[in-house]
């Protein structure tokens, strides 16, 4: 006989995390229709919504739409709701999901359907079954109908009555319940889909967003397939989920809001808009982006949890202590024209609108992501007819009436308009045209011939636009920066009709915008930065409470100096990881040293030859003479200690040089992602007499780790020696920023050789040698400036001052293990 199947999809509305989750709307459609639409995909007799009495009347119409039937019983009492309902089916197998997974697996659902009835058919049959390693919320139960009724029949535990498995599987002295690992198709057990935080409905909105609607017919939804919703969890989009923190308060102007939902729409990330945002110009604001294509549910009031981990834009002028705290426990922090004290929390800073020099260092400035108006003036206007006077906000200075009163009095024919937030108050000066703020000003900017503004977005969108512009100045840096982008401005101080007709007058009235007039894209910016990585100390290996003073921020990468050990290390970067492939030594290398790494060959084993001689010394013949070249590449190193009388072994992540190693030096070596490598199976020995690393070192991201093995298989009273670039030579020191800058991607730590003793005594090494390396008069300051020629007396003396006050670029630090 041809057994019956139910599918059974368990719904409240009365949840305690997140209320009414099954009604929550995931493009266009609620939580609970995804799930009955993918469950609708699994082939079965009967389709049942089983919910409680006081959800049925707000869940049948649903239910009804998607081809289910709709059953009401128990709230509490989950196992007896189903029992009811399966007495009143008279089927075999139930096929039980829940409501707040709308990611089902349909395909793993009729798979694991279909492995139940196998075994059924063979008289193997069990009671339950079910998938393992799906991700969290992507799986279903199959539970046979007739077990379920007398496991029911059988407990009375309050916990096997809330839920509906435990009846069976915590039963299983009664039960044979499988538990299947999952086909690898589906198998990833890492992942979440289940929706039972808002920080989980969050992620559910990014996966559709990330996926679209799938459409079957042009009526018809499709449910997601395995590979797409794999896909989507793990892409950079809802890995990275992108959540922008505008500035919605009064005062503050609405500059921040209109450029953060703008960048959203592209990178279609979340806004977060609390509810007690004081900015009336809220709602008209949203409702001219939703029509540009926002989504509705990328307008947050809440912000996600650490399940949910974002990478947090700011573009709100000056974050509170407590908000700097908050995002920068997030996953990243971005910050867009920060302006409060609280830079040093932030992995990024990019700045947009020019701000002065002696300010803090940003990232990256670049006005070519203002976004420029599309309607700009013909011509120059000579005579000046229409003036807006636009101050923004609450005007909180009171610049507008004394602005409005001396432009009257200098221009009596012009037809002046003042934007103001609180028309009221203005409603005595009748000569003047008031009116609230304006939808999409930038665009509107150039029909007047004057703007008079303050410092900010509004005063370059108006020179953009043609306009001639006169800046108020409120404070002494206004000032300044008015001076430095070559503004017409008005002093701080009071504002009158005599210091009116001097900006007028001023050559700079229509500012030349010494500016970029190239349009980025905010947004592709912010995508590439939020798929940037923050890096942890690599030595400590967590994110201090504090964070760790900027040393230097350059375009692609951020540094720090950790406060715990001391080393610098690169805490942020958004350039694309390296690898370590046959062209890092040839192509790469020949571009940055002008010949390939084996064209230099010889000369590298010079150098390594002096360096094989100071561990010698140092080693004092008192072990055995096994050497380790962590790192060789095609093993210069492992050539000059063999001509010394060591024995060489060698290791390194490049195949191809371990494979010239071994078959054309015929040295031992093996292929490894130090510290990843057992030396005594590699190798057979447990203990080396000395270990190098020659610039390897600063491409580790976990020194910890590197270091600790490096301790475990050198000897007692061995010697670890390694090369790196100096973070207290000449060219760090006259120029850290410019250092940094064109510090090679891939090195993650700099060593500064009088730190290096404290980093290197964690791991039980004494310094013996430090020896500076690298000399280069030439990037002395005192040589730069006066051209001093190789031979000179100038240049003999300060290359001796830099050996003799070791500032060479590179260093070699040579460490004892102690006893
Ligand atoms: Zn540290």
């Known amino acids: 006989m041809k057994t019956k199947r139910a599918v059974i999809v368990q719904c409240r509305l009365s949840s ?100 139940f009835e196998e075994r059924r058919k063979q008289k193997k049959g069990c009671a339950y079954f079910t998938f393992t390693g799906l991700p969290h919320g992507s799986g279903v139960e199959i539970i046979d109908a007739q077990s379920l009724l007398e496991a ?79 896909d989507a969890c793990k892409s950079d989009f809802v890995q990275n989920p992108i959540v922008y923190v505008p500035s919605v308060t009064k005062g503050q102007g609405t500059g921040h809001l209109h450029r953060c939902l703008s960048a959203a729409i592209f990178t279609k990330g979340f806004v977060y808009i609390p509810k007690d945002s004081t900015l009336a110009e809220i709602p008209q604001i949203l409702d001219e982006y939703y029509q540009k294509g926002l989504n509705k549910n990328q307008i947050i009031e809440e912000l996600p949890d650490q399940t949910f981990a974002p990478v947090i834009v700011t573009d709100c002028f000056k974050m509170t202590q407590a908000q700097s705290q908050a995002f920068y426990k997030c996953k990243k922090l971005i910050s867009i024209d920060e302006g409060s004290d609280f830079t040093q929390n932030c992995d990024y800073l990019l700045d947009i609108i020019p701000s002065y020099d002696c300010e803090r260092l940003p990232n990256t400035f670049d006005t070519s992501y203002i976004e420029k108006p599309v309607n700009v003036k013909n011509t120059k206007s000579l005579n000046i007819e229409k003036v807006l006077v636009c101050i923004g906000g609450e005007d909180p200075a009171g610049l507008t009436v004394p602005a409005v009163r001396s ?62 512009v006169i800046m108020l100045a409120t404070t002494k840096l206004h000032e300044k920066l008015a001076q430095k982008y070559d503004f017409a401005y008005i002093p701080q101080g009071k504002i009158d009709s005599v210091k009116m007709q001097q900006a007028l007058e001023s050559q700079k009235l229509h500012p030349a915008l010494q500016l970029s007039h190239e349009q980025k894209s905010l947004g592709e910016c912010i995508n590439k930065l939020a798929a940037g990585t923050r890096l942890l100390c690599p030595v400590c290996r967590s994110l201090p409470e504090v964070p760790d003073p900027v040393i230097s921020r350059n375009a692609g990468r951020t540094y720090r100096r950790c406060r715990s050990c001391g080393i610098v290390y690169m805490s942020f970067t958004a350039e694309e990881e390296m690898e370590y492939k046959k062209s890092y030594f040839f192509e790469d290398y020949k571009k940055q040293y002008g010949k390939t790494y084996q064209e230099d060959f010889d000369s590298i084993k010079k150098q390594c030859e002096r360096r094989i001689q100071n561990i010698k010394m140092l080693e004092q013949g008192q072990g055995g003479k096994n050497y380790l070249d962590i790192g060789c590449a095609y093993g210069p190193s492992l050539a000059a200690a063999m001509d010394n009388d060591l024995n060489p072994f060698g290791t390194d992540i490049s195949e191809d ?18 510290p990843d490598m057992d030396s005594e199976k590699e190798f057979g020995i447990s203990k080396f007499d000395c270990i190098s690393m020659w610039y390897v070192i600063e491409h580790f991201k976990d020194l910890d780790g590197v270091l600790s093995k490096v301790s475990q298989i050198l000897r007692d009273g061995g010697i670890f020696a390694f090369a790196t670039p100096s973070g207290e030579g000449v060219s760090a020191k006259s120029n850290p920023d410019h250092f940094y800058t064109i510090s090679p991607i891939d090195h993650y730590s700099i060593w500064e050789p009088h730190r290096a003793q404290k980093i290197l005594g964690r791991y039980g090494f004494e310094v013996v040698k430090i020896v500076s390396t690298g000399h280069h008069p030439e990037r002395f300051p005192a040589i730069k400036d006066s051209n001093a020629p190789k031979d000179s007396m100038k240049w003999k ?11 060479g670029d590179t260093v070699e630090i040579y460490c004892r293990k102690r006893k």
């Open 152 to 230: 029911a029949a059988q407990t009375d535990n309050p916990y096997d009555h809330e839920h509906v498995g435990p009846a069976l599987y915590n039963h299983k002295e009664n039960f044979k319940c499988e538990f299947v690992k999952a086909p690898s198709r589906f198998y990833n057990p890492e992942l979440r889909t289940t929706i039972d935080t808002y920080s989980d409905y969050l992620r559910a909105v990014s996966i559709v967003n990330y996926l679209g609607i799938p459409k079957e017919s042009r009526k018809k939804w499709a449910p997601y397939t395995t590979e797409q919703i794999l």
């Open 797 to 807: 003396f300060i290359d001796k001052y830099s050996k003799l006050m070791q500032l």
């Open 407 to 468: 432009l009257a009095r200098v221009l009596p024919g012009a037809q002046i308009t003042a934007i103001v937030s609180n028309l009221d108050k203005y409603r005595d000066m009748v000569q003047i045209n008031f009116i609230p703020p304006v939808e999409n000003l930038k665009e509107k900017i150039n029909e007047y011939d004057l703007v008079v503004t303050h410092y900010g977005l509004t005063a370059f969108e108006a020179a953009f636009a043609g306009c001639a």
């Open 16 to 115: 305690s995390r997140l209320p009414g989750k099954a009604l929550k709307i995931l493009g266009e459609k609620t939580v609970l229709a995804w799930v009955l639409t993918s469950m609708k995909k699994v082939k079965a007799d009967k389709y049942f919504v089983a919910t409680d009495h006081e959800s049925y009347e707000t869940l049948k119409p649903i239910c009804k739409k998607n081809g289910f039937d709709c059953f009401a019983g128990d709230l509490n009492d989950v196992l007896k709701r189903f029992c009811d309902l399966i007495k009143t089916l008279k089927v075999d197998t139930i096929i039980r999901a829940t409501a707040d997974n709308p990611f089902l697996f349909y395909e793993a659902a009729q798979a694991s359907l279909d492995e």
């Open 657 to 674: 040089a371990v494979q010239y190693v071994k078959n054309e030096l015929h040295f031992p070596a093996c292929c490894s992602a130090f």
